[in-house]
């Protein structure tokens, strides 16, 4: 199975009526009770997710240069139900309480005063939705570009904390995405695109170092910023503890130029650096990568000799099939 089809064959998990319980507590009982309610849900998550808890260690034993425990995955898993439950309070607009600190904020202003727009690489590293609570300070409009077909029960709920999400969302797959975004950026707007996991039907990747081996990232961002020819830049919303992000906003390119050729071969260059801020910001903040399957496509026995408590952990040798991917 392909790197760019498994994520998006598993299903979402979960039930609606218990992801409409879990918002309608935590907005009405407030942030802690939420919280609390996030201890039995991971350890149920964590249990039940075989494959996810393989690649969880896989990665985390990458990235810490060391095998990775089954604390340090139980962390992981817990971080992102922690980003997931900050992700209703930043739709809700419950942030109060929150502490963003925002860096780079003179590089975007910079590039925004081209009046070409701006497009922001981001990630699946800790929130890319701390980017709406950030947006609704921004001097111009924020348009995220998203794929949401594994996700349509939670989105469903989510949109209904803040309506403007689907005037706002650029919807990845459909016949007036890239109108809409040329639209955007005409406007001087922002537009987020989360580059490391690609959409279903795409075709074109690029194999890069990541964290030590090489692992395909989807060319089609890097792509749409060279035909656009708009200013690039990136950005993490890093979570560092309870309520606590910071934004990271770094230049990247004025414009994306590629040389004449095949396309995945002009784009490896600018892959690569982005591939290379990526991997430098997942040791910085290991525990904030939520891309819970095979990334690097490798062979079961590879991934067992590299973490050797994967195959106890899980009472069998890890499967090839990739693990349920969590979106953020």
Not at 154 to 171: K, N, Q
Not at 233 to 253: C, H, K, N, T, W
């Amino acid at each position: 199975m392909t790197l760019e089809r498994g994520w998006t064959r598993e299903k979402e998990r979960g039930s609606p009526w218990l992801v409409r319980l879990i918002i309608w507590l935590t907005l009405r009982l407030g942030w802690p009770v939420g919280q609390a309610l996030l201890v039995p849900t991971t350890a149920y998550f964590f249990i039940t997710l075989r494959h996810a808890r393989t690649w969880s260690r896989h990665y985390l034993g990458r990235v810490l240069g060391r095998p990775a425990t089954v604390g340090d995955s139980l962390r992981h898993f817990f971080t992102f139900a922690c980003v997931t439950l900050d992700r209703i309070c930043f739709l809700a607009n419950r942030v109060e309480r929150f502490h963003i600190a925002v860096q780079g904020l003179d590089s975007l202003e910079a590039a925004l005063a081209s009046g070409r727009g701006c497009i922001l690489l981001g990630s699946h590293l800790g929130s890319f939705e701390v980017l709406r609570a950030f947006g609704r300070s921004s001097p111009v409009p924020v348009r995220p570009l998203m794929y949401r077909g594994t996700t349509a029960a939670l989105s469903t709920f989510m949109e209904a904390l803040d309506p403007a999400i689907r005037h706002d969302v650029i919807e990845i797959g459909t016949p007036t995405t890239m109108l809409r975004v040329r639209e955007s950026l005409a406007r001087g707007e922002i537009v987020g695109i989360l580059a490391d996991r690609a959409p279903p039907g795409a075709q074109r990747f690029a194999s890069v170092d990541f964290l030590g081996s090489p692992a395909r990232f989807p060319t089609g961002p890097l792509a749409l910023a060279a035909a656009l020819q708009a200013p690039v830049m990136l950005f993490f919303g890093l979570r560092r503890g309870s309520r606590d992000y910071q934004v990271v906003i770094e230049p990247f390119a004025e414009r994306i130029e590629v040389d004449p050729g095949p396309r995945t071969a002009a784009l490896r260059g600018w892959t690569e650096r982005y591939a290379a801020r990526l991997a430098e910001h997942c040791r910085t903040h290991p525990y904030n990568w939520f891309n819970f399957y095979d990334f690097w496509e490798q062979r079961p026995d590879v991934a067992a000799t590299a973490n050797p408590a994967d195959a106890s952990l899980a009472g069998q040798r890890p499967s090839r099939r990739p693990a349920v991917a969590v979106t953020d």
